[in-house]
Antibody, heavy 115, light 112 residues
């Protein structure tokens, strides 16, 4: 069974940092490009970042460029998102999604930025 | 950035009747590799999104055949042949042809 399990979310003050993780199982993680997608409360989906299978190609949405860093460890079947300099508008559920078509999704981890 | 525009934003449907959602992109979604990376996602209430259709018309594993996708270039359609109660939720089109990846605003499907 394919599983993506995000963790690392929580309540953080503006300007703070978190490291989000996504643990993959049930498929060949190293063969899939990976994405982070977020959803603010009651809003639609927003793509955040992409990483290729070998980590050689990385893209970010303009809204997070310079503040967020995506990475992966294929040996550990894990995807990460380091989120720094957090703002109120970063409050959202963060999902990891596998594949260019976003074949598989995790349940998400909630990041709340508030003082 | 490619803007994805869905219509309608809300769709009340009678059980057993068909439903259709349109998605228009601000530029062609044909990739240089010849594929068109247009997908449809379903998000049931309280659930994460789920892939229904990829590359315009390819149903993902486990997706019922009452869901179908069509279109080309900049105009795409998701059709549900006979709506069931479990189809309630928000449907998104999304493109992966060009970065940044973008999503439509979402169409809320509800039962009349």
């Amino acid at each position: 069974e394919v599983q993506l399990v995000e963790s690392g979310g929580g309540l953080v003050q503006p300007g703070g940092s978190l490291r989000l993780s996504c643990a993959a199982s049930g498929f060949t993680f190293s063969s899939y490009t990976m994405n982070w997608v977020r959803q603010a409360p009651g809003k639609g989906l927003e793509w955040v970042s992409y990483i290729s299978t070998s980590s050689s190609t990385i893209y970010y949405a303009d809204s997070v460029k310079g503040r967020f860093t995506i990475s992966r460890d294929n040996a550990k079947n894990s995807l990460y998102l380091q989120v720094n300099s957090l703002r109120a508008e970063d409050t959202a559920v963060y999902y990891c999604a596998a594949g260019v078509n976003k074949d598989y999704w995790g349940q998400g981890t909630l990041v709340t930025v508030s003082s | 950035d490619i803007v994805m525009t869905q219509t309608p934003l809300s769709s009340p449907v009678t059980l057993g009747q068909p439903a259709s959602i349109s998605c228009r992109s601000s530029q062609s979604l044909v990739h240089s590799d010849g594929n068109t990376y247009l997908s449809w996602l379903q998000q049931r209430p309280g659930q994460p999104p789920r892939l229904l259709i990829h590359k315009i018309s390819n149903r993902f594993s486990g997706v019922p055949d009452r869901f179908s996708g069509s279109g080309a270039g900049t105009d795409f359609t998701l059709k549900i042949s006979r709506v069931e109660a479990e189809d309630v939720g928000v449907y998104y089109c999304t493109q992966a042809t060009q970065f940044p990846y973008t999503f439509g605003q979402g169409t809320k499907l509800e039962i009349k």
